[in-house]
């Protein structure tokens, strides 16, 4: 069966597929132009894409008989795919849960203390050589220890990230989810948005789509204290940056941590601009095993559609 993988992936998953499968690994790291997602449609049995690899309705009608038949998506997030309309189609959908939670939650931990303590701006300070010395009411920031954490999202990523929160920092963990969470993991309370909005650090772990896109606008950060920082590690459209950017400079929240962006890789010039912005380019899971666990987990969703068995992880 002929397999194309739509970027380049870590040696041993490609040395895993091509034990089973016609490999074509494009050489780009930028996502599936147009006509690229109608030729992989037409022109390979099976496709392992990733985030940006937009495979929506309109793609699926351009090829309404596609040799296609899987979609083995490199990352826990698929919504960059019409799961519906890829079905309709005759393709199945996989992705890669698990592999990713603890990865993703580290850098959630990472963009709280990066800016609660400001390190990003502390550290363009010395490399701009204008850093004069210690003194005692220099670039003070927030204390997390015992802190209130409002997780926006309680599945693994979130679970995650408040065992970390509560056992490394003492915080107190209070979250939003949809539905209701019987076991969190660590002593929290569900709550409402309003509510977990109203913490000291705000983290969002949700998934994207249509139902939370700008989960995060103007309203919802009105409900943030002028104190608290935002941290996001999902998708960047369940915020509006353009809301979060003006609140941000009209001193309605202390700071943001950014993973994620709206219209990746283009960030919003006016959070740009800001020094109580921490940017990230989408660190979420880079790091080596991680990305090879991930890479492991969708070919072995694609051989186990070759063989005629059950999907490990299906959408």
């Given at each position: 069966?002929?397999?194309?993988?739509?970027?380049?992936?870590?040696?041993?998953?490609?040395?895993?597929?091509?034990?089973?499968?016609?490999?074509?690994?494009?050489?780009?790291?930028?996502?599936?132009?147009?006509?690229?997602?109608?030729?992989?449609?037409?022109?390979?049995?099976?496709?392992?894409?990733?985030?940006?690899?937009?495979?929506?309705?309109?793609?699926?009608?351009?090829?309404?008989?596609?040799?296609?038949?899987?979609?083995?998506?490199?990352?826990?997030?698929?919504?960059?795919?019409?799961?519906?309309?890829?079905?309709?189609?005759?393709?199945?959908?996989?992705?890669?849960?698990?592999?990713?939670?603890?990865?993703?939650?580290?850098?959630?931990?990472?963009l709280m203390l990066m800016t609660a303590r400001r390190a990003g701006e502390g550290e363009r300070m010395v490399r701009?050589?204008?850093?004069?010395?210690?003194?005692?009411?220099?670039?003070?920031?927030?204390?997390?220890?015992?802190?209130?954490?409002?997780?926006?999202?309680?599945?693994?990523?979130?679970?995650?990230?408040?065992?970390?929160?509560?056992?490394?920092?003492?915080?107190?963990?209070?979250?939003?989810?949809?539905?209701?969470?019987?076991?969190?993991?660590?002593?929290?309370?569900?709550?409402?948005?309003?509510?977990?909005?109203?913490?000291?650090?705000?983290?969002?772990?949700?998934?994207?789509?249509?139902?939370?896109?700008?989960?995060?606008?103007?309203?919802?950060?009105?409900?943030m204290q002028p104190h608290a920082i935002l941290v996001n590690i999902s998708r960047g459209d369940v915020v509006d940056?353009?809301?979060?950017?003006?609140?941000?400079?009209?001193?309605?929240?202390?700071?943001?941590?950014?993973?994620?962006?709206?219209?990746?890789?283009?960030?919003?010039?006016?959070?740009?601009?800001?020094?109580?912005?921490?940017?990230?380019?989408?660190?979420?899971?880079?790091?080596?095993?991680?990305?090879?666990?991930?890479?492991?987990?969708?070919?072995?969703?694609?051989?186990?559609?070759?063989?005629?068995?059950?999907?490990?992880?299906?959408?």
């Amino acid at each position: 069966m002929k397999l194309l993988i739509t970027r380049p992936l870590p040696d041993e998953v490609l040395d895993a597929a091509r034990a089973r499968f016609d490999v074509t690994v494009r050489e780009s790291t930028l996502p599936l132009t147009g006509e690229e997602l109608r030729a992989s449609l037409r022109d390979f049995d099976l496709i392992l894409p990733t985030l940006g690899d937009r495979y929506q309705a309109d793609v699926f009608a351009d090829v309404p008989a596609p040799r296609a038949r899987m979609l083995a998506n490199f990352g826990v997030g698929y919504n960059h795919i019409d799961v519906a309309a890829a079905r309709a189609a005759g393709l199945m959908v996989s992705n890669t849960p698990g592999a990713v939670t603890d990865a993703t939650a580290d850098i959630a931990l990472t963009l709280m203390l990066m800016t609660a303590r400001r390190a990003g701006e502390g550290e363009r300070m010395v490399r701009a050589g204008l850093w004069e010395g210690w003194h005692p009411t220099q670039m003070l920031g927030m204390h997390l220890s015992g802190k209130r954490i409002g997780i926006i999202g309680m599945g693994r990523i979130g679970k995650a990230i408040a065992r970390r929160a509560q056992a490394g920092f003492g915080m107190q963990v209070m979250f939003y989810n949809r539905s209701p969470v019987a076991d969190a993991g660590v002593p929290a309370q569900q709550v409402t948005l309003a509510e977990a909005m109203a913490a000291d650090v705000v983290v969002l772990a949700v998934p994207g789509g249509k139902d939370t896109h700008h989960l995060i606008n103007a309203e919802t950060l009105s409900l943030m204290q002028p104190h608290a920082i935002l941290v996001n590690i999902s998708r960047g459209d369940v915020v509006d940056e353009a809301a979060l950017a003006a609140a941000l400079v009209g001193g309605r929240l202390a700071g943001a941590g950014l993973d994620v962006y709206e219209f990746e890789p283009q960030i919003n010039p006016a959070l740009m601009a800001l020094e109580n912005v921490t940017l990230l380019p989408h660190l979420g899971t880079a790091a080596l095993e991680v990305r090879s666990n991930m890479g492991m987990m969708a070919v072995d969703n694609l051989i186990a559609f070759a063989e005629g068995r059950a999907l490990p992880n299906p959408v």
